[in-house]
């Protein structure tokens, strides 16, 4: 079958990718350049800690297609299972890493509590006033400047036509598939796959789906390089979004940290999302907490990325309730670096056998409708109780 898929970050070039390998005639339309929207400016997280259950089994399948992203895509993408270290400091958020824990074990994550001791010896320097900590052993991190160019290139490989800076004027339905007008010309498909990120709601809502969707950047740094000497992952286990930190160094020892920081609001039109010095310093000593030398440390960028934040935290994935042929894989909320691969690798399968063994039904676009779902006074949407 033909598909266009809209959207060249991550999710859209991963979909390419596994599309392409199933035999799929596969155009990419991407109104930049690939991979410079809000995967560019991720973290590069791979966990699978914390995650809401439902998206567990996603992320274990994108887990194991990380590991063969180098043999796959026929380059280093950075991938390292360094393992995901999560910090504790109060006996509430301990309770909270065990309930997590308990809950998703029968989900296939595996978490192992550590003590001070265990920290201080394994992870020396960090988190010295921590009273516990979670880690999980197979996750780790990769590189976001190289991963979406990574699978273009390759889907490039496989017949997909990547088609960069074409911004998409019109898209109709014409009853037996679509047609999408660009600033480079006229494309057609029997399906289309919207995978474009903060702008994925405005197309869902052309064919009357109204998702919930926030355009929002956070705050990223990185520091001055320094010797390496941490290897995982480092979060937080917290309630309290002023110390929600993490951090990572890389193999060229730079560290690189975000979180703890207000996400801004961010305009679609155009989109851009500006770093703020002034929340560096609060951001800073939330970072302070898990790594107490970072203090003495210079920082040499900072930067943020338009990502659309769902209300409900959890992606749109799946077929449309509306129109035949349309698929979405949008909305992941800031936390869909990790389950990219999973991603593509799912959508491929369900537009191609009409089947997924991955279940997705928690991400289905009609489930804001209003018997479902009601808007809350603070503005995030809930399930209807009773």
């Known amino acids: 079958m033909d598909v266009i898929v809209l959207g060249g970050g991550l999710m859209g070039t991963a979909s390419a990718y596994f ?4 035999g799929a005639r596969v155009t990419l339309i991407e109104r930049n350049r690939v991979g410079t929207g809000a995967t560019v400016a991720s973290f590069g997280n791979i966990r699978r800690t914390g995650r809401h259950l ?4 996603l992320a274990h399948r994108s887990l194991r297609l990380w590991g063969e992203a180098e043999k796959m895509l026929g380059r280093d993408v950075e991938f390292r299972a360094t393992g995901h270290v999560r910090l504790i400091f109060d006996e509430g958020s301990l309770a909270d890493m065990r309930a997590y824990a ?35 052993p197979h996750d780790g991190s ?30 109709t339905y014409t009853g037996s598939g679509f047609l999408i007008t660009s600033s480079k010309g006229s494309f057609a498909s029997e399906c289309l796959l919207n995978t474009a990120g903060a702008w994925g709601a405005r197309i869902a809502a052309e064919f009357g789906e109204e998702v919930p969707l926030d355009a929002r950047g956070p705050q990223m740094g990185v520091t001055e390089p320094l010797p390496h000497r941490i290897l995982p992952v480092v979060g937080i286990w917290t309630r309290d979004k002023d ?26 039109d155009p989109g851009h999302a500006l770093a703020d010095p002034m929340r560096l310093p609060l951001q800073l000593r939330a970072v302070a907490r898990l790594l107490p030398a970072i203090a003495k440390v210079a920082v040499i960028r900072t930067w943020s990325g338009c990502e659309g934040y769902v209300r409900d935290m959890l992606p749109v994935m799946g077929r449309s ?29 369900l537009m191609t056998t009409d089947r997924c063994e991955t279940p997705l039904d928690d991400f289905r676009v009609d489930r804001f409708g209003r018997a479902a779902w009601r808007d809350s006074a603070d503005g995030m949407w809930t399930r209807p109780t009773g």
Do not use: C
């Not at 439902?54 to 089994?57: D, E």
């Not at 978490?111 to 265990?118: I, K």
């Not at 042929?325 to 491929?348: E, I, K, T």
């Open 19 to 22: 599309l392409a390998r199933r």
């Open 54 to 57: 439902s998206q567990l089994p």
């Open 102 to 136: 308990q809950a998703a074990q029968p989900w296939g994550l595996e978490l192992e509590e550590l003590g001070p001791r265990e920290i201080s010896a394994r992870f020396p320097g960090l988190g010295t006033d921590a009273i516990a900590a979670s880690f999980s």
């Open 142 to 171: 990769g590189n976001p400047r190289l991963i979406a160019p990574a699978f273009a290139a390759a889907a490039h490989k496989l017949g997909a036509q990547i088609i960069e800076g074409a911004e998409t004027e019109k898209i």
């Open 243 to 268: 110390h929600g930190a993490y951090l990572r160094q890389v193999e060229r020892g730079n560290i690189v940290f975000g979180g703890a920081a207000e996400r801004v609001r961010v305009d679609l």
């Open 321 to 349: 309730a509306t129109t035949p042929g349309l698929f979405h894989a949008f909305g992941f909320s800031g936390h869909g670096f990790q389950l990219g691969p999973g991603v593509g690798d799912a959508m491929a399968e």
